[in-house]
């Protein structure tokens, strides 16, 4: 049995709490967040304690693991706050808004022996995971085209909610908060990435960062790729979606959380692809998908086995470099190699003016 505390009460805290109450294994023994309403809120129905300071929640209850879900671009400093405390860390995804900062996250846990687990649940659906293993069983031949796209629905009124959502320094654009689930699919899908370009727009909402970006990839195979993404899709939430076209084999997966396949077609039929057509049609209540019971289950069968999980700092890096690299070609007008350093991005730094390069 691992013991459990949250430290952020926000939107996405509820489904943590959810999923913990049905895993067995997981014990939620307090929650902390920096406004006393929602920390008290969430923790009067369960009967736990709550704080407001999450040193002190550390300091006086006995925690295994601690989920950071605060904004994105606290990630960062509140890993490294709490990496000392001897507790395993599951951060949000993104795991952090600079290379900088996710590099001083992988390096501390390392350091510390602190296990870090990235929340990648989209891995965990069932479709997707069929998929994967159609890819490492070789089913598809020679890769020839990865694509995703994110056409869900984002209104004004969700980005005023709160004041970090839609600015550079605390958020990012659709790019890195929708999208960045459908980025890490398509590299963990399609492999390393050589290089990319991209253009982004804001086009029907009034934020710093992209409400809508495209982005054109060339893998190292060779293979292409392209990351349709937008949260001004009207009047609701369209598709989450990811394609796969190989030389011997195609699959789409649809669904508004990539959870159902469209096209699951080989050049030879597999005597599990009928099944596999016929199961993987799941919709999930939400847009977060079915995925974060699974990854939690994941994340505690990782630390019983001292193992390392699907998800860790350097797995989570990846598609944050993407990222990165995708808004240093939009700033820069050119298309950016993998690897790079950024110089114009200004995802976690803020607006252009108060950017500094980081070289
Ligand atoms: N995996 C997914 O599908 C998914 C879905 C939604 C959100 N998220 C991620 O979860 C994170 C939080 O998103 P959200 O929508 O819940 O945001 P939110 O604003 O609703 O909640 C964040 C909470 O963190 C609290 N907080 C800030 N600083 C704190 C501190 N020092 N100590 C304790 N609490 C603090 C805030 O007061 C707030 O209540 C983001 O990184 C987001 O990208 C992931």
Redesign the pocket.
């Given at each position: 049995m691992l013991n459990f505390a949250l430290?952020?009460?926000?939107?996405?805290?509820r489904?943590h709490i959810s999923v913990l109450s049905s895993i067995e294994q997981a014990r939620l023994v307090a929650v902390?967040?920096?406004?006393e309403q929602?920390?008290a809120a969430a923790a009067g129905p369960l009967g736990i304690p709550y704080?407001?300071?999450?040193h002190e929640m550390l300091k006086r209850e006995k925690i295994d693991v601690v989920n950071?879900?605060?904004?994105?671009g606290?990630?960062g400093?509140?890993v490294l706050d709490i990496v000392g405390s001897g507790v395993q860390i599951v951060?949000?995804?993104?795991m952090a808004l600079t290379l900088e900062d996710a590099d001083r996250m992988i390096e501390a846990c390392d350091r510390a022996g602190v296990k870090l687990f990235v929340?990648?649940?989209?891995r965990y659906n069932l479709a997707v995971r069929e998929l994967k293993k159609a890819l490492d069983q070789g089913r598809f031949g020679k890769l020839v085209l990865g694509t995703v796209r994110v056409r869900w629905c984002r209104d004004q009124a969700y980005y005023d909610?709160?004041e970090?959502?839609g600015t550079w320094a605390m958020?990012g654009g659709v790019l890195?908060?929708q999208a960045?689930?459908h980025v890490d699919l398509l590299e963990w899908c399609m492999g390393e990435v050589e290089s990319v370009f991209a253009r982004t727009a804001t086009r029907l909402v009034d934020i710093e960062v992209e409400d809508t970006g495209a982005a054109l990839l060339k893998f190292t195979s060779g293979a292409l790729g392209i990351i349709e993404a937008t949260t001004a899709t009207r009047p609701r939430d369209l598709e989450g979606s990811i394609s796969i076209l190989g030389e011997r084999g195609s699959v789409e997966i649809a669904g508004f959380a990539v959870n159902e396949i469209r096209t699951w077609n080989f050049d030879r039929e597999d005597e599990r692809d009928e099944e596999i057509r016929t199961r993987c049609s799941q919709s999930p209540p939400d847009?977060?998908?079915f995925?974060?019971k699974l990854f939690l289950e994941d994340v505690i069968r990782s630390i019983d086995s001292n193992t390392r999980g699907l998800v860790d700092g350097l797995e989570g890096r990846k598609s944050l470099e993407l990222i990165n690299a995708i808004y240093e070609s939009v700033e820069t007008g050119r298309e950016v190699k993998l690897k790079f350093r950024p110089a114009m991005c200004r995802l976690g730094r803020g607006p252009l003016n108060q950017n500094k390069a980081t070289s």
């Open positions: 430290v952020g009460c926000g939107r996405i805290s489904k902390c967040d920096i406004i929602r920390a704080y407001t300071d999450y950071i879900l605060t904004p994105s606290l990630h400093r509140h951060v949000e995804k993104p929340v990648k649940q989209n909610q709160d970090w959502r958020d890195t908060n960045s689930h847009v977060y998908g995925g974060h």
